[in-house]
């Protein structure tokens, strides 16, 4: 008698199953960013303890399928497979369907229902058997195997039968750690800090600073492929565009040259500070790498930092060099769209010898020197575009 399988997606979560009596908060949230990310496909998602399997999906939206699930954090690994019956004959049809034609192989089996007839060890010689018997050109290896059979045996009366887990990003899920803002700029660094902060389950809106007509609407059509790069990973976010010209400007004309990085950083740190708490946003985040430039060093963060009294601003590239930030952007698919040549705010009048350790006091000087310096911070604040 032929076996009815159901063709699945098996989805399993990573550091949720440490979270002890809140744990169900955050499979709760796991949920709701797996129904958003599969709501244009045609399919049906099921809870199970400790996994959520996907059902009733096209064969050929599979693929498509797979690329989606596996950038969902909080999830550890995917698997294609099939659900049937924890009725050993059903088990046996099933095996016989999905074991290859020849080579290595091991069956590997976790066995939930303790009340199952055969145990762990059993269970994997009997099914080890029945391959061996229906394909004869196959051989055991269980240290290096070419293929691996896999069977879980639920509690609930349903046994998975699978052969790879396909890794996923992990972490946790998006939403679980509150709403920050993230400074997106065109370059290489900030959408991987925007990476790794979705990783610890961070929401993100992002906030870009331009400064047309001296960058162009290329360079802001490139940070919207930024942003769309996250949401592949995080979810829709919300994108601001800050007007950051006649500021720049000011600096330029009011203030040391060698400070003119310093001060700009300054102004965006202001102005992101006012836009995170208007927003309910609870930390800043940006792609600072210590030591990378000449605003980098632990005086220049010192020195922008000291303009933010009220949010805490995180660096989770703090302790990386650029080659790792690099390997990072290219996994992501971030690296090829940061490096097209539109130039972003921060490279715009960049002096030739920027200060590497400013005083703080020097820094209040300059600043000082720019008469209508929080009127143009209004302006800048007040002109934000939401994308």
Same mark, same amino acid.
Do not use: W
């Given at each position: 008698?032929?076996?009815?399988t159901?063709?699945?997606i *098996? @989805?399993?979560?990573g550091?949720i199953?440490?979270?002890?009596?809140?744990?169900?908060?955050?499979?709760?949230?796991l949920k709701?960013?797996i129904?958003?990310?599969?709501?244009?496909?045609k399919?049906?998602?099921?809870v199970e303890?400790?996994r959520?399997?996907?059902?009733?999906?096209?064969? #050929?939206?599979?693929?498509a399928?797979? #690329?989606?699930?596996s950038?969902?954090?909080g999830?550890?690994s995917?698997?294609?497979?099939?659900?049937?019956?924890s009725?050993?004959?059903?088990?046996e049809?099933a095996?016989r369907?999905?074991?290859?034609?020849s080579g290595?192989?091991?069956?590997?089996?976790?066995?939930?229902?303790?009340?199952?007839?055969?145990?762990?060890?059993?269970?994997?010689?009997h099914?080890g058997?029945?391959?061996l018997?229906?394909n004869?050109?196959?051989?055991?290896?269980?240290?290096?195997?070419q293929?691996?059979?896999?069977?879980?045996?639920?509690?609930?009366?349903s046994?998975?039968l699978f052969?790879?887990?396909?890794? $996923?990003?992990?972490?946790?899920?998006i !939403?679980s750690?509150?709403?920050?803002l993230l400074l @997106?700029? !065109? !370059?290489i660094?900030s959408?991987v800090?925007?990476?790794?902060?979705l990783?610890?389950?961070l929401k993100?809106?992002a906030?870009?600073f331009?400064?047309?007509p001296f960058?162009? *609407?290329?360079?802001q059509k490139?940070?919207?492929?930024?942003k769309?790069?996250?949401?592949?990973?995080?979810g829709r976010?919300?994108?601001?565009?800050v007007?950051f010209?006649k500021?720049?400007?000011?600096i330029?004309?009011?203030?040391?040259? #060698?400070?003119?990085?310093?001060?700009?950083?300054c102004?965006?740190?202001?102005? $992101?500070?006012?836009?995170?708490?208007?927003?309910k946003?609870?930390?800043?985040?940006? !792609?600072?790498?210590l030591?990378?430039? $000449?605003?980098?060093?632990?005086?220049?963060i010192?020195?922008?930092? #000291?303009?933010v009294?009220?949010i805490?601003?995180?660096?989770? @590239?703090?302790g990386?060099?650029?080659?790792?930030?690099?390997?990072?952007?290219?996994?992501?698919?971030?690296?090829d *769209?940061?490096?097209?040549?539109?130039?972003?705010?921060?490279?715009?009048?960049t002096?030739e010898k920027?200060?590497?350790?400013?005083?703080?006091?020097?820094?209040?000087?300059?600043?000082?020197r720019?008469?209508?310096?929080e009127? @143009?911070?209004?302006e800048?604040?007040?002109?934000?575009?939401?994308?």
């Amino acid at each position: 008698m032929k076996t009815e399988t159901q063709k699945v997606i *098996i @989805l399993r979560e990573g550091e949720i199953f440490l979270k002890g009596k809140n744990r169900g908060s955050f499979e709760k949230i796991l949920k709701q960013n797996i129904v958003y990310a599969l709501k244009s496909f045609k399919c049906n998602l099921i809870v199970e303890r400790n996994r959520f399997v996907i059902i009733d999906f096209l064969d #050929s939206d599979t693929n498509a399928l797979i #690329s989606k699930l596996s950038k969902i954090f909080g999830i550890s690994s995917v698997s294609i497979g099939v659900k049937v019956p924890s009725i050993m004959e059903d088990i046996e049809n099933a095996t016989r369907e999905l074991i290859p034609q020849s080579g290595t192989f091991r069956v590997t089996v976790n066995r939930g229902d303790k009340k199952f007839q055969l145990n762990t060890m059993e269970l994997s010689r009997h099914l080890g058997g029945v391959a061996l018997e229906h394909n004869p050109n196959l051989t055991v290896d269980l240290h290096t195997p070419q293929f691996t059979l896999n069977v879980d045996v639920r509690e609930e009366g349903s046994t998975y039968l699978f052969k790879d887990k396909i890794k $996923a990003v992990g972490g946790m899920p998006i !939403g679980s750690a509150g709403e920050g803002l993230l400074l @997106l700029s !065109g !370059g290489i660094d900030s959408p991987v800090a925007g990476y790794y902060m979705l990783k610890r389950g961070l929401k993100l809106t992002a906030l870009h600073f331009h400064s047309y007509p001296f960058t162009s *609407i290329e360079a802001q059509k490139k940070v919207e492929r930024l942003k769309a790069v996250l949401e592949d990973y995080g979810g829709r976010i919300k994108l601001l565009l800050v007007p950051f010209t006649k500021l720049q400007e000011a600096i330029r004309d009011n203030c040391s040259e #060698s400070y003119g990085i310093t001060l700009l950083r300054c102004s965006m740190m202001r102005i $992101a500070e006012r836009v995170a708490k208007q927003n309910k946003l609870s930390c800043i985040i940006n !792609g600072e790498s210590l030591g990378q430039v $000449a605003s980098q060093t632990i005086e220049s963060i010192t020195a922008t930092e #000291s303009v933010v009294k009220d949010i805490p601003i995180l660096r989770p @590239l703090i302790g990386l060099d650029k080659q790792e930030i690099i390997e990072v952007a290219k996994r992501i698919e971030s690296f090829d *769209i940061s490096i097209e040549p539109f130039e972003d705010c921060c490279t715009v009048f960049t002096p030739e010898k920027p200060v590497i350790k400013p005083k703080l006091d020097e820094c209040i000087f300059q600043e000082s020197r720019i008469e209508n310096l929080e009127q @143009l911070l209004n302006e800048a604040f007040e002109g934000i575009e939401i994308i």
